[in-house]
């Protein structure tokens, strides 16, 4: 989904992006503690789900 259709249908973008800078934050000051992926990838989804 490109940048501007998810804006389009985000009910508070403000908070949106409040919290995409949360996220960028603790990446950046716990990347050795946290690993933040997209669970609409499911190449990522898949490389974080245990194995059956």
Same mark, same amino acid.
């Given at each position: &989904?490109? =940048? +501007?259709?998810? $804006?389009? %249908? &985000?009910? #508070? /973008? $403000?908070?949106? /992006?409040?919290? @995409?800078?949360? =996220? +960028?934050? =603790? %990446? @950046?000051?716990?990347?050795? #503690? %946290? $690993? %933040?992926?997209?669970?609409?990838?499911?190449?990522? =989804? +898949?490389?974080?789900?245990?194995? +059956?």
């Amino acid at each position: &989904m490109c =940048l +501007a259709t998810e $804006r389009a %249908v &985000m009910l #508070d /973008w $403000r908070l949106a /992006w409040t919290n @995409q800078r949360r =996220l +960028a934050t =603790l %990446v @950046q000051e716990h990347s050795h #503690d %946290v $690993r %933040v992926f997209s669970a609409h990838d499911p190449t990522e =989804l +898949a490389a974080f789900q245990p194995e +059956a």
